[in-house]
C-alpha cells in the first residue's frame, strides 16, 4: 500500500514528447486520486496534473495546459503524464503522487505517498 515506482523519464529536445509511467498497489490506485509532480533545481516542488480514481476528471496546472495530459490503465494500476511539446523549463524530476482525501487539489501537502522520482531533461 502506498508504493509508487515511477519511469519513463529522459533527455529529450525541445518540442519532443515523452510518456512517463506510475505504477502502484491495486489498493492505492483505486482508492486514491494519483498526482504528477515536478521539482526543478533550485526551485520548490509543483503539482503539474491529478486524476480521480478509476480514470476520472483530470486536472492541470496552468503551466501544462494543452501540452501534457494524464491518463490510467485500470487494467494495470498505472497512471500515465504524457508530455508533448517540451521546453527546457520542463526539465526537473518527475513524481507521482497518492492522496486518499484531497482528489481535486495538487497542494503537495494533501499528498500522503510518493514515488522516488524520474528525471526529464529537455535541451534547447
Known amino acids: 500500500q502506498g508504493q509508487l515506482v515511477e519511469s519513463g523519464g529522459g533527455s529529450v529536445q525541445a518540442g519532443g514528447s515523452l510518456r512517463l509511467s506510475c505504477v502502484t498497489s491495486?489498493?492505492?490506485?483505486?482508492?486514491?486520486?494519483m498526482g504528477w509532480f515536478r521539482q526543478a533545481p533550485g526551485k520548490e516542488r509543483e503539482g503539474v496534473a491529478g486524476?480521480?480514481?478509476?480514470?476520472?476528471?483530470?486536472y492541470y496546472a496552468d503551466s501544462v495546459k494543452g501540452r501534457f495530459t494524464i491518463s490510467q490503465d485500470n487494467g494495470k494500476n498505472t497512471v500515465y503524464l504524457q508530455m508533448n511539446s517540451l521546453k527546457p523549463e520542463d526539465t526537473a524530476m518527475y513524481y507521482c503522487?497518492?492522496?486518499?482525501?484531497?482528489?481535486?487539489?495538487?497542494?503537495?501537502?494533501?499528498?500522503?505517498?510518493w514515488g522516488q522520482g524520474t528525471q526529464v531533461t529537455v535541451s534547447s
Open positions: 503522487a497518492a492522496t486518499s482525501s484531497y482528489c481535486g487539489s495538487l497542494a503537495l501537502a494533501n499528498y500522503e505517498y
Open positions: 491495486r489498493y492505492t490506485y483505486i482508492t486514491s486520486c
Open positions: 486524476i480521480y480514481p478509476g480514470g476520472g476528471r483530470p
